[in-house]
């Protein structure tokens, strides 16, 4: 089983919609959850973190079920800026740094 | 502050060739590493160091070596070139307090023919 899993899309949704993203690891032990957003061409970037209680950004929610291994994110409200791809990220271990990065998921949204 | 910063942006490679990605951050932190993403593989860790001085092997360390003389400074080399390396490098930075707020520079396009 890979570590994080994640479906590729691309999801394809008009503006105004709501979409979500689904994201699977195997590692029961892993200490912290984020969602990274990564534009064509250009370096990932940290969206928000994910924590046990769910937690919200503005049109963004993430959700995390330890006891079932999966991560999902809510985008509400869908703009055209969110066309990119999103990539799950677990921290399998405390203390240092090291991530575990999902391929990604590819959203679309068109006018 | 420039963040993480990356050179060359993109670099073509000779089999068998040797160069050095260079890494350089002014946010004073500990934490480097370098990635290679290639299509349907995701982001895959080669290097990473927790501070001057300490490098280790990531998941994909074979043919590229680190060192970390400053805490600004982590470059990546390339011994030997293979098109097996031809991929797109990341090279990262954050604190070491698990936060997962890693920074990336803007990537180095490598194709190696």
């Known amino acids: 089983r890979k570590e994080v899993e994640q479906d590729p899309g691309p999801f394809n949704v008009p503006e105004g919609a709501t979409v979500a993203f689904n994201c699977t690891y195997s590692?029961?032990?892993?200490?912290?959850f984020f969602w990274y957003r990564q534009d064509c061409r250009k370096e990932p970037k940290l969206l928000m973190s994910v924590y046990s209680s769910g937690n919200e950004d503005g049109r963004f929610t993430a959700q995390l079920n330890r006891a079932s291994q999966y991560i999902s994110l809510l985008i509400r409200d869908s703009k055209l800026s969110d066309s990119a791809t999103y990539l799950c990220v677990v921290k399998p271990n405390s203390g240092y740094s090291t991530l575990t990065f999902g391929k990604g998921t590819m959203l679309l949204v068109s006018p | 502050n420039a963040g993480v910063t990356q050179t060359p942006k993109f670099q073509v490679l000779k089999t068998g060739q040797s160069m050095t990605l260079q890494c350089a951050q002014d946010?004073?932190?500990?934490?480097m590493s370098w990635y290679r993403q290639d299509p349907g593989m995701g982001l895959r860790l080669i290097h990473y160091?927790?501070?001057?001085?300490?490098?280790d092997q990531g998941e994909v360390p074979n043919g590229y070596n680190v060192s970390r003389s400053t805490t600004e400074d982590f470059p990546l080399r390339l011994l030997s070139a293979a098109p097996s390396q031809t991929s797109v490098y990341f090279c990262a930075s954050s604190y070491p307090d698990g936060s997962g707020a890693h920074t990336f520079g803007s990537g180095t396009r490598l194709t190696v023919v």
């Open positions: 590692n029961s032990a892993s200490q912290s």
């Open positions: 160091s927790v501070g001057a001085g300490i490098t």
């Open positions: 946010m004073n932190h500990e934490y």
